[in-house]
């Protein structure tokens, strides 16, 4: 009986212990999404003063499309009309080095990616799609000028749920919040909620 009294405390531990210890890896999760999110918005703010505009990534493209136009752009390697820089002449980086985590495309699946030494001297090809993703390795979506109406740009993660709304044409109110939406990083996009 004694045992069987320990076995129960020691259960209860465990399930305690398990609960903190994923609410911990959720919020932290949560918080590295949003100071990404914060660093990627200062290197956009820092192109356009440097290029006059931000990054152009319209609705056409794929979500990693867009995302590649963004990291290539905050790297140096675009300049403000989406045009490659020659080697000489580009300058530095918009975004701190080693603040990211790269993913490329694996058929239906984005896996996380590490830049070869070619490609950090800026030898990425047409083909290859890379771009940063958030920590449930989805692409950060990005996305200027903003298709549904809104000024300046689309910059957001769908956090844990990997999904969101879409808004493919103006928006003339503020649309219903979905429960997609409930998670995504910040919370007020892509609605404007």
């Given amino acids: 009986m004694e045992l069987m009294a320990v076995l129960v405390i020691i259960g209860i531990l ?14 932290q999760e949560d918080k590295k999404a949003k100071a990404e999110i914060e660093t990627i918005a200062l290197a956009l703010k820092q192109f356009k003063s440097e290029y006059g505009d931000f990054p152009f ?17 905050l790297s140096g390697w675009l300049d403000g009309n989406g045009d490659e820089i020659e ?15 790269l993913g490329e495309n694996d058929g239906n699946d984005i896996q996380p990616y ?10 990425i090809g047409e083909n290859d799609e890379i771009f940063m993703i958030d920590p449930w390795e989805t692409a950060y979506v990005y996305e200027y ?3 549904d ?15 969101s709304s ?20 910040p919370a007020s996009e892509p609605g404007k909620w």
């Avoid at 990534?57 to 752009?73: C, D, P, W, Y």
């Avoid at 002449?89 to 080693?98: Q, T």
């Avoid at 109406?149 to 999904?163: T, V």
């Avoid at 493919?168 to 995504?184: A, Y």
């Fill in 14 to 27: 465990f399930g305690i212990i398990f609960t903190g210890a994923s609410y911990l890896f959720s919020a």
């Fill in 87 to 101: 080697k000489e002449l580009r300058g530095n980086s918009f975004l701190p080095a080693d603040s990211f985590t």
């Fill in 114 to 123: 590490t830049l070869t030494g070619d490609q950090l001297l800026g030898d």
């Fill in 166 to 185: 879409s808004f493919t044409s103006e928006l003339t109110s503020t649309p219903e919040k979905q429960s997609v939406d409930e998670d995504n990083i």
């Fill in 149 to 163: 109406g809104h000024n300046g740009y689309l910059l957001f993660s769908k956090g844990p749920d990997k999904d």
């Fill in 145 to 147: 000028p903003r298709s």
């Fill in 57 to 73: 990534a319209s609705q056409s493209e794929t979500e990693e499309q867009r995302g590649k136009i963004l990291f290539m752009s």
